[in-house]
């Protein structure tokens, strides 16, 4: 007979992974399944080994500048590419090897292998078609495998991969996803970036510090399009002033390949076109939920474009089936699948009071230098649903932590309600910006307004007073500016 689980996860990503804890605590039987690593993309090509790479090229740009903060730095500090990339595969694999060790301790099942949902309740897992094959990742012990399994709730929590423009299809070699570009044997002289958002601009950002030559191409008016345009004015302006090399409202209409480099064809806003050649290309044109091999179709599971749909609970339109995380739908990050997961779990297990996921209040951050962070509604966004907005600004170079830093290069925007003083959004640029953005992200969830933000005292001297002298401005009262 096939063993019988309470709860079925399907990937072992952010979201999965969390779930499967979250469902564990409550008391609910849980298996998860995994056919590559656990920990899935944000562990192990995503979030924390892009984050570990941006942290050696932070460091490279502080030894590149210690003659302004008064230090002599003996000798030339350069890039060791193969060091660079060792150490961010180090630490990815310590956080998989976490993941395995809270399964265990939380008495959740890895079945391991590839999922097919042959009927609601019901799942038939076959060997994976995609094996381990890094030694810093091996197959956790005592694992289930191939077999049938059944549920009385499966959630789909698959995630999603890099997508393909027909025509400039990544081919491992001279064009590159993050997958490619996060190990390089060695790093290239010059290369091109089709796309800058989050992951884009990241590896833009990165290989610049290395000393690459960096060109981005994007075909929308600005960088980084899902943020605030004024907060990516000034990030475009620091990021040229590095040396990156921009282009908006363009687009790469074709490549040719050479021996060792690439020519991309970019037709710019004016209709001409130029021709750009570089050792390698990445492709960030976004990603695709892994919804394939599911058998959502014969169930009957609605999609939309190319993710499953569901509802702030994580239910599909069939009972018995869920879907959590990148896999199902914009925005696209590993803390949202993380709260969809305990969100989803708690509904299933009937706890009392449980909100559905509020898109709207979830943090968008991006690690490029300089960092910009961001949450709930742009100025554009907010003046496009007919809202009557106040709008403040504060300058880093009028903080005086900022200054003391060497970083006063930045802002923080907000945007409120005029009538209620809601705060409906808040957007900024400069250093450390995601660590301070979830200030404004716990007072909106709070449901503030600008009279307990304005009454809230905020260390001196730290970049965080940026946050109240910002609101303060909306309000005609800003103190030190």
């Known amino acids: 007979m096939a063993e019988s689980y309470d709860v079925i996860i399907i990937g072992s990503g952010p979201g999965g992974y969390v779930a499967a804890i979250r469902a564990a605590q409550l008391g609910l039987k849980t298996a ?35 003659k302004d903060f008064g230090l002599v730095l003996e000798g030339t500090v350069k890039p060791d590419a193969k060091a660079v990339v060792g150490r961010s595969r180090a630490v990815s694999a310590r956080l998989n090897a976490g993941v395995g060790f809270l399964m ?8 391991w292998g590839e999922a097919k949902i042959t009927k609601p309740g019901e799942i038939v897992v076959g060997k994976s078609s995609k094996p381990v094959v890094e030694p810093q990742h091996p197959l956790p012990k005592n694992v289930k495998g191939e077999g049938t399994y059944t549920a009385k709730h499966i959630i789909i929590a698959t995630g999603a991969r890099p997508r393909a423009l027909p025509g400039i299809e990544p081919d491992d070699k001279l064009i590159w996803t993050y997958f490619e570009a996060l190990k390089p044997d060695a790093l290239p002289k010059s290369l091109i970036v089709m796309g800058s ?17 960096v060109t981005v191409v994007e075909v929308m008016p600005t960088i980084m399009p899902v943020e605030d345009a004024e907060i990516t004015a000034i990030a475009r302006k620091q990021l040229e002033k590095r040396g990156l090399k921009i282009f908006t409202s363009a687009k790469v209409t074709k490549v040719e390949k050479g021996a060792g480099s690439i020519t991309a064809h970019v037709e710019t806003a004016d209709g001409k076109v130029q021709q750009i050649t570089a050792d390698r290309m990445i492709s960030a044109v976004g990603v695709q939920g892994n919804i394939e091999n599911l058998g959502l179709e014969g169930l009957g599971v609605k999609t939309d474009r190319g993710c499953v749909v569901a509802d702030g609970y994580g239910k599909t339109n069939v009972a018995g089936i869920y879907a959590i995380g990148d896999v199902a739908g914009p925005p696209m990050l590993a803390h949202k699948a993380e709260h969809e997961g305990v969100v989803c779990v708690e509904k299933i297990a009937g706890l009392p009071n449980v909100h559905p996921t509020d898109k709207g209040k979830v943090p968008g951050c991006t690690y490029c230098n300089p960092q910009v962070a961001s949450v709930g509604l742009t100025e ?21 932590k900022a200054i003391a830093l060497g970083e006063d290069q930045g802002m923080v925007k907000v945007i409120f309600d005029k009538k209620t003083g809601e ?21 909106m969830n709070l449901e503030t307004t600008e009279e307990e933000l304005m009454h809230t005292i905020f260390p001196h001297p730290t970049v965080s007073e940026t946050m109240k002298e910002a609101v303060l401005d909306a309000y005609g009262r800003v103190l030190n500016a």
């Open 32 to 66: 998860i399944v995994e056919r590559e690593h656990m920990g899935g993309i944000c562990l192990n090509w995503g979030c924390i080994p892009t984050k570990a790479l941006l942290r050696s090229a932070e460091v490279l740009d502080h030894a590149n500048h210690f």
């Open 104 to 111: 265990k301790k939380n008495k959740i099942d890895i079945i």
């Open 197 to 213: 958002g989050a992951i884009g601009i990241e590896f833009a950002s990165f290989y610049r510090s290395m000393g690459v030559d």
């Open 380 to 400: 554009a966004k907010a003046k496009e649903l007919g809202r009557d907005i106040r709008v403040g600004r504060f300058s880093f170079a009028a903080n005086g």
């Open 423 to 443: 705060l409906l959004g808040a957007h900024m640029v400069g250093a450390e910006v995601t660590e301070l953005i979830q200030g404004f992200v716990v007072a």
